[in-house]
């Protein structure tokens, strides 16, 4: 079954911090990507990736960054956080080997006050 | 650019209604298609996909089959449950679009 992390679960920080939301895969998957959603609506592609050192902004703008310099790992920072950042954020990954398939990681819900 | 368009939820069904929601999407070439389903409180998982025209996926009940002549992939179900609440998202491959999600409430 699928072996996605994200940490952490839930964060809740003031505006102006930096934060790194963790996102970790034991599959050896190349694909990476981050997706933002508000519960319940739409997901939006912010950053994907294609293998290690290779990283591109999805289809939503997104003030934060990513980097891929091991192929297990594809952390997503923000510099100054904001309140218009809160939202959950969601981590997948996948294979052309697995048949396209998508495995998701649990999700980080970001909250800035 | 590549897209994909759902309809407007929430859809509100009784239980063993038939379902059907739309997809339609806008790509060059056959991307590959899926549907994803969100539980209530749980992450995202495939339900089913199509990797090439005239494909039809299946699982749970669900099927859709993928059709190029409408640039369409829509979900159907003959008999809803429950316990199939949930929010639906069609999604197309390239850099994995997905549509804006479909939630679904079933009445006992």
């Known amino acids: 079954e699928a072996d996605i992390y994200q940490t952490p679960r839930y964060l809740v920080i003031g505006t102006g911090k930096k934060i790194t939301l963790e996102c970790s895969q034991t599959?050896?998957?190349?694909?990476m990507y981050w997706y933002q959603q508000d519960p319940g609506m739409e997901l939006h592609l912010i950053h994907y990736?294609?293998?290690?050192?290779?990283?591109e902004k999805g289809d939503l703008s997104s003030e934060s960054t990513v980097s891929r310099i091991r192929t297990e790992h594809f952390p997503l920072t923000l510099e100054s956080a904001r309140p218009s950042h809160t939202s959950q954020y969601l981590c997948?990954?996948?294979?052309?080997?697995?048949?396209?398939?998508?495995?998701f990681g649990s999700g980080t819900q970001l909250s800035v006050l | 650019g590549n897209s994909v368009t759902q309809m407007e939820g929430p859809v509100t069904l009784s239980e063993e209604a038939f379902l059907t929601i739309n997809c339609t999407y806008t790509?060059?070439?056959?991307?590959?298609l899926f549907w994803y389903v969100q539980y209530p409180g749980e992450g995202l998982q495939l339900l089913l996909k199509?990797?090439?025209?005239?494909d039809k996926g299946s699982n749970k009940g669900f099927e859709a089959t993928y059709r190029k002549e409408t640039t369409s992939f829509h979900l159907e179900k003959g008999s809803v449950q429950v316990s199939d609440s949930a929010v639906y998202f069609c999604?197309?491959?390239?850099?994995?679009?997905f549509g804006k999600g479909t939630r679904l409430h079933i009445l006992p």
């Open positions: 997948a990954s996948s294979d052309s080997l697995q048949g396209l398939k998508l495995f």
């Open positions: 999604a197309l491959r390239d850099k994995i679009i």
């Open positions: 790509a060059t070439g056959y991307p590959s």
């Open positions: 199509a990797t090439k025209a005239d």
């Open positions: 990736s294609y293998g290690v050192n290779s990283t």
């Open positions: 599959m050896g998957h190349d694909k």
